[in-house]
């Protein structure tokens, strides 16, 4: 009962705030302003939907690949989505947008509030199906404060550009969810579990959300960009660093693999690690050849990563990380952000367009760096904070996932038993199923085990 009651009582306090304290912007009588409300609308809102459709279907049919786990990642991704997403409206609006005790809706600010929810997306990956609803709840309540404050340092104190979020989401939202991982699964590596095993069906599924999650990525990139040449540039940028990345995968799986042959996993993560590394260059002006080549950089080291780092961080550290996050959004992300201190050094001064602008993603003012009216030293700096700005995410992301993950370790919240893992039958009631849970004991019998350890 704990995980409608923990949602009850979150809606509800909500409902009660949103009535108080949060209204959507007056009409302008101006027709001007009119007009301009309503080319926002019509500019910004197409970008979003694809953001809805990757987050919801293409995301969760990526972490499908578990074959009885299918309903419950769909479904806590969802979950997951829509409560960090209000949780993280509630905290930007007091933060940034409470005037005269009232907080002014828009879509921008949805729009931010779903970047939000992104970073808890990607950190679950990494304890997917060896926890309960409740701690994944937890993990988003934690993770949603730690990101803005994280963000805040990185794009306003720092002036990092990172337009994509590949710094500011990616990297973080995977080292706090490495965090999170050790600390709650501190004994160390686990042997395989039985139900971990993919299937070829699951991965069929698995495959079809990287497909959507492809298709739609531009305008994840995009989205926070100025309208026009930038925009532009980084739609461009990120199709091509995504192209190169999906060829780079097949190659680079081929030959790791015996026979030639290609692993499902390596395509279900490589072929988006360009996505992951673009972004913190994507409008910036660099030749296509750089696009290209980053996106090749990022999924060979996806690749690698899965095949030789991930088992040796089992083996030394004890490290579990169930999607690979370290692989697709880690190892790129680094990538991407040191990828822009270079691109920011080389870039050529007198070429039109050198300027590297973006929105900031706490939905305050536009930040500008533009080469013409920078000196050496002034790029140097700004190198130099690109660098720093991928410092902090990973210092703060690891140092608040590990507290993250040792709050998880509360009896309260009742992780799943190591025989129950990866198994939809714990959290879903379907009809006439007799399918047993375990050697010897039917479902009825392990749900009782599991009230009786609750």
């Known amino acids: 009962c704990l995980l409608p009651l923990f949602l009850g009582l979150f809606q509800g306090a909500l409902l009660l705030f949103f009535a108080l304290f949060v209204t959507y912007d007056e009409p302008?009588?101006?027709?001007?302003d009119?007009?301009?409300?309503?080319?926002?609308?019509?500019?910004?809102?197409?970008?979003?939907?694809?953001?809805?459709?990757?987050?919801?279907?293409?995301?969760?049919?990526?972490?499908?690949?578990?074959?009885?786990?299918?309903?419950?990642?769909?479904?806590?991704?969802?979950?997951?989505?829509?409560?960090?997403?209000?949780?993280?409206?509630?905290?930007?609006?007091?933060?940034?947008?409470?005037?005269?005790?009232?907080?002014?809706?828009?879509?921008?600010?949805?729009?931010?509030a779903e970047f939000a929810a992104v970073t808890v997306l990607?950190?679950?990956?990494?304890?997917?199906?060896?926890?309960?609803?409740?701690q994944l709840l937890v993990v988003a309540a934690c993770e949603i404060p730690v990101y803005l404050a994280s963000e805040w340092v990185i794009v306003s104190c720092l002036g990092v550009l990172d337009v994509?979020?590949?710094?500011?989401?990616?990297?973080?939202?995977?080292?706090?969810?490495?965090?999170?991982?050790?600390?709650?699964?501190?004994?160390?590596?686990?042997?395989?579990?039985?139900?971990?095993?993919?299937?070829?069906?699951?991965?069929?599924?698995?495959?079809?959300?990287?497909?959507?999650?492809?298709?739609?990525w531009p305008s994840f990139v995009a989205v926070?960009?100025?309208?026009?040449?930038?925009?532009?540039?980084?739609?461009l940028n990120t199709l091509l660093a995504m192209s190169a990345s999906a060829v780079t995968t097949v190659v680079a799986s081929s030959l790791l693999e015996r026979d030639g042959k290609l692993s499902p996993g390596h395509l279900q993560n490589g072929s988006l690690a360009g996505g992951v590394a673009i972004g913190a260059v994507a409008d910036m002006a660099m030749p296509p050849a750089a696009a290209l080549a980053l996106g090749s950089l990022s999924a060979t080291a996806c690749v690698l990563g899965f095949k030789f780092l991930t088992p040796l961080l089992g083996r030394k550290l004890g490290l579990q990380d169930q999607c690979g996050i370290h692989n697709l959004h880690g190892l790129p992300g680094i990538l991407g952000g040191a990828a822009s201190a270079v691109a920011i050094l080389v870039a050529p001064k007198d070429t039109p367009g050198s300027h590297f602008s973006q929105l900031s993603p706490a939905g305050g003012n536009a930040s500008e760096v533009v080469g013409e009216q920078q000196g050496d030293g002034g790029v140097s700096r700004q190198a130099?904070?690109?660098?720093?700005?991928?410092a902090v995410a990973i210092g703060v992301s690891l140092v608040a996932g590990l507290f993250t993950g040792a709050a998880l370790r509360l009896p309260c919240l009742a992780r799943p038993p190591e025989r129950l893992?990866?198994?939809?039958?714990?959290?879903?009631?379907?009809q006439g199923q007799d399918e047993s849970l375990g050697p010897g004991s039917t479902t009825e019998e392990e749900a009782m085990a599991m009230k009786e350890r609750v």
């Open 384 to 390: 130099l904070c690109q660098a720093a700005g991928l």
């Open 28 to 32: 302008s009588a101006q027709v001007e």
């Open 164 to 216: 994509g979020g590949t710094i500011t989401i990616h990297v973080f939202s995977c080292y706090f969810g490495l965090g999170v991982s050790k600390a709650l699964f501190w004994a160390g590596q686990k042997p395989l579990h039985p139900k971990e095993t993919p299937t070829p069906r699951s991965d069929l599924t698995s495959l079809v959300g990287m497909l959507i999650l492809w298709v739609f």
């Open 224 to 235: 926070l960009c100025q309208a026009g040449h930038a925009q532009h540039r980084a739609i």
């Open 122 to 134: 990607i950190s679950v990956g990494a304890i997917l199906g060896r926890t309960s609803p409740c």
């Open 421 to 430: 893992c990866f198994e939809d039958s714990l959290y879903f009631k379907f």
């Open 34 to 112: 009119a007009n301009l409300v309503a080319n926002q609308v019509y500019s910004t809102f197409p970008f979003f939907q694809d953001i809805q459709v990757m987050l919801v279907v293409g995301l969760g049919l990526l972490l499908t690949f578990l074959p009885r786990y299918g309903f419950s990642a769909l479904t806590h991704n969802f979950l997951l989505l829509n409560f960090s997403m209000q949780w993280a409206l509630v905290l930007q609006g007091l933060i940034h947008h409470f005037h005269h005790g009232q907080i002014h809706l828009d879509l921008h600010k949805l729009l931010i």
